[in-house]
């Protein structure tokens, strides 16, 4: 049998080989007999048939010794089924979410990965929620498997001994890519865990980029999303391109970099974007340069939206069924989609024909019923739980992605 690497679970392949054994004797008892009764009550062998008339003492061994049989199967399934619905407390809760078609998990300090990693001889509680149709959560190293149903929450837990990689499947049909939903199960030491767990987070700089932005109040004319109530957006400042105005009232068109930046918060009236007015205050001396420069290189890599929504739409699955390269696949490709026009029908039968701008998109995603592309099924799974940031990030992705109609 395939290694087995949950001790708890030691007692499946127990109840299995049980089962197994018991089946395979009664196959060869029942086989044996059938053909010695063949020969034996041959016609030559037997010309008289022989009427015999019930028998109280047969009836009562071929009742209670196959219901003894059964209930002892019973009971080393239940026993072995009771060490795994049994969590241990204080065991480490790890969120499973599956979806069409691939896994997140999600865990205590928020961190979400597309493999499940813990450490090793650690009890770990997974939450099971599916976001659409029924999943199974199947580890064969474990010998677990348990169905993620809409609606429902379930739970299942597994510790491993062992260190290694582990493969994770979907064993329940879910749908086109349901043989796609595989993902891995990496059992590391203690230490690895923690460094995984609390690294990749963002870095410091980034961070400190945020904070600086906070606490300077950028954000309070400015926003990180797609707003824009006093003040032009900071997302996707890295890769827009603006259209700014010189003081003599000549307009120039510029790809907003460090220099720029640095020149806006020294001097935001020396070259403004096209459309706002020159209200923001200068900054001077009360921003060194130092912090300067960390709040623009935040802004041009981390706040950048390509790279954090191109992330986020791999790790929410939007790219399991949505291509970035003009495929169509299960759902319409992003390429191009952005600016494009789109028929199809709303939830109520009715055509449509709409530009695929941000509300458009913003309506896609958290609302996918309403509107219907042509050609599509409506299939895809309400992500009205994500945050606007998140929304944001993602049209700004697909934005980035490019029009297909010139402006
Ligand atoms: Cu999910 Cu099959």
Request: glycine share 10%.
């Amino acid at each position: 049998m395939y290694p087995q690497i949950f001790t708890a679970a030691e007692g499946v392949d127990q109840a299995f080989l049980i089962i197994l054994g018991f089946a395979v004797f009664i196959l060869v008892a029942v086989t044996v007999t059938m053909l010695y009764f063949l020969w034996r009550y041959h016609y030559t062998r037997n010309p008289q048939p022989t009427d015999i008339k019930g028998s109280v003492s047969l009836e009562i061994i071929w009742t209670v010794l196959p219901t003894l049989i059964v209930l002892g199967l019973f009971w080393t399934g239940w026993t072995s089924f009771k060490a795994m619905r049994t969590i241990p407390e204080g065991a480490m809760i790890v969120g499973v979410e599956g979806r069409m078609w691939s896994w997140r998990f999600t865990y205590d300090n928020g961190k979400t990965s597309k493999e499940l990693v813990i450490p090793v001889d650690t009890p770990v509680k997974l939450a099971l929620t599916t976001r659409d149709v029924i999943h199974s959560f199947y580890v064969p190293a474990m010998r677990v498997k348990w169905d993620l149903v809409p609606g429902m929450d379930s739970d299942a837990w597994i510790q491993s001994d062992t260190l290694g990689d582990y493969d994770i499947f979907c064993a329940e049909y879910c749908g086109l890519k349901h043989a796609d939903m595989i993902t891995i199960l990496r059992v590391v030491d203690q230490e690895e865990f923690d460094t995984w767990l609390n690294g990749e987070e963002e870095p410091a700089e980034e961070k400190l980029g945020m904070s600086l932005l906070e606490d300077f109040g950028c954000f309070d004319c400015h926003s990180m999303d797609l707003s824009e109530d006093a003040a032009p957006t900071l997302l996707d400042l890295g890769s827009r391109e603006e259209t700014v105005v010189l003081p003599d009232g000549t307009e120039k068109k510029i790809r907003p970099d460090e220099a720029y930046i640095r020149q806006s918060v020294r001097d935001p009236g020396a070259a403004l974007v096209k459309g706002w007015d020159d209200m923001m205050p200068p900054y001077g001396d009360e921003l060194s340069d130092a912090q300067l420069g960390i709040m623009a290189s935040y802004l041009l890599k981390g706040g950048q939206g390509k790279d954090k929504g191109q992330a986020l739409a791999d790790e929410l699955g939007c790219l399991g069924c949505h291509t970035d390269d003009g495929s169509d696949d299960v759902g319409p490709t992003f390429l191009g989609l952005y600016g494009s026009e789109r028929k199809g029908k709303t939830s109520d039968g009715k055509p449509y024909v709409l530009k695929a701008d941000d509300d458009y998109i913003r309506e896609a995603i958290l609302n996918p019923s309403a509107e219907v592309p042509e050609g599509y099924d409506d299939q895809m799974p309400a992500f009205d739980d994500l945050d606007k940031g998140s929304v944001d990030q993602l049209i700004g992705y697909i934005r980035s992605l490019g029009k297909k109609d010139a402006e």
